[in-house]
C-alpha cells in the first residue's frame, strides 16, 4: 500500500473551514484514499473515500488533485467536536488489503 | 455508519492471567475483522486479520501463541491476551469489513484499554 505522509499538527478556529492535506505520490491506480478521525481513547470513524473524483457527505469534503499525488480532506465549519486525529490512508479494492495508519493530523479546534 | 461493538471496554487484570476480548459487527456480516493495538500518543498498530472460519494472519512481530484469534461467526471475533503481563498493557480495537454493500469500508469498535497489574 501507498506511504502517506501528513502534517503533524495543525489548528482551527471554529467555524472556519479545516483544511487537512494529505500526500500519497505513490498511489497507484486502483487504490482509494480513505480518511478516519480518532476522537481521544475511541476507535476510528470513517469520515469519506474517494478513487479520483471530488467527494462530499453530510461530514467533509474530499478534493484530489488530477494526478491523485494528494488530497485534502476539508471541514466546512469546523467545531469544538471535530476535535481529533486524522488519519489518510490509501488502500487498493482487494479483499487482502489491509488499512495501515500513519501518525496522522493531530487537529485542534480553537473556541 | 455499521456498528462494531467490543467488550469490554476497560478491563484489568493480574499478570499472567489470560483475558478475552469480543468484537460484534451488530448490524451487518464481517467477512473479515482485524485488531490493532494503540500505545499512548502512538498511531493503530494492525495485529492481525481474520477471515470468517479460517485462521488470523498475524503481522511480523506479532506472537500468535499469546494474541490468540477467533473468528468463528460473521458477527464475532475474539483477541485472547494469552498470560499478560504489564508490557501488554495498552488500548485493543478491532475493526470489521463486509464484502457486500459500501466496500472496503473498515468499521471500528469504540476499543478496550486492557491494564496488566
Known amino acids: 500500500d501507498a506511504k502517506t505522509t501528513q502534517p503533524t499538527s495543525m489548528d482551527c478556529a471554529e467555524g472556519r473551514a479545516a483544511n487537512l492535506p494529505c500526500n500519497h505520490s505513490?498511489?497507484?491506480?486502483?487504490?482509494?484514499v480513505y480518511w478516519y478521525r480518532q476522537i481521544h481513547s475511541q476507535g476510528p470513524q470513517y469520515i469519506i473515500h474517494?478513487?479520483?473524483n471530488n467527494e462530499t457527505n453530510e461530514m467533509a469534503s474530499l478534493i484530489i488533485t488530477e494526478d491523485r499525488k494528494s488530497s485534502t480532506l476539508i471541514l466546512p465549519h469546523a467545531t469544538l467536536r471535530d476535535t481529533a486525529v486524522y488519519y489518510c490512508?490509501?488502500?487498493?479494492?482487494?479483499?487482502?488489503?489491509?488499512?495501515?495508519f500513519g501518525t496522522g493530523t493531530s487537529l485542534t479546534v480553537i473556541p | 455508519g455499521a456498528v462494531v461493538s467490543q467488550h469490554p471496554s476497560w478491563v484489568i487484570c493480574k499478570s499472567g492471567t489470560s483475558v478475552k476480548i469480543e468484537c460484534r459487527s451488530l448490524?451487518?456480516?464481517?467477512?473479515?475483522m482485524f485488531w490493532y493495538r494503540q500505545f499512548p500518543k502512538q498511531s493503530l498498530m494492525l495485529m492481525a486479520t481474520?477471515?470468517?472460519?479460517?485462521?488470523?494472519?498475524?503481522e511480523q512481530g506479532v506472537e500468535k501463541d499469546k494474541f490468540l484469534i477467533n473468528h468463528a461467526s460473521l458477527t464475532l471475533s475474539t483477541l485472547t491476551v494469552t498470560s499478560a503481563h504489564p508490557e501488554d498493557s495498552s488500548f485493543y480495537i478491532c475493526?470489521?469489513?463486509?464484502?457486500?454493500?459500501?466496500?472496503?469500508?473498515?468499521?471500528f469498535g469504540a476499543g478496550t484499554r486492557l491494564s496488566v497489574l
Open positions: 475493526s470489521a469489513r463486509t464484502n457486500t454493500g459500501i466496500k472496503n469500508i473498515q468499521y
Open positions: 505513490t498511489i497507484s491506480g486502483n487504490e482509494y
Open positions: 474517494g478513487l479520483k
Open positions: 490512508i490509501v488502500r487498493g479494492l482487494s479483499t487482502g488489503n489491509q488499512f495501515y
Open positions: 448490524d451487518f456480516q464481517a467477512t473479515t
Open positions: 481474520s477471515n470468517e472460519g479460517s485462521k488470523a494472519t498475524y
